[in-house]
């Protein structure tokens, strides 16, 4: 199940294991038939986990993606200052 997969991710960015974290929100996004919010949370932690690598413009795709519901408001400020690569 995806949220298995969500929270393994989100587990790996906390400790800083970003490259862990991304993979795991990958096979979170591969399996994911839940709702688009659902999947906004999946490509916002992603998010976060590019950025931290300093991978903006994955992150600014990833953010871009994340942008709905409760996630839309904070991702759509991570766009904007993440700019242009």
């Not at 298995?4 to 591969?30: N, P, R, T, W």
């Not at 038939?33 to 490509?43: L, V």
């Not at 903006?56 to 519901?69: E, L």
Request: hydrophobic share 35%; aromatic share 12%; proline share 0%.
């Amino acid at each position: 199940d995806s949220d298995v997969y969500y929270y393994l991710a989100e587990i790996h960015k906390v400790k800083g294991e970003f490259q862990q974290a991304i993979s795991m929100a990958d096979q979170a996004l591969e399996i994911h038939r839940g709702s688009r919010t659902d999947k906004a949370k999946i490509y916002y932690v992603k998010g976060e986990a590019l950025m931290s690598m300093g991978d903006n413009s994955g992150a600014k795709s990833a953010f871009q993606n994340a942008a709905y519901g409760s996630y839309k408001q904070s991702a759509e400020h991570y766009i904007e200052t993440l700019g242009t690569d």
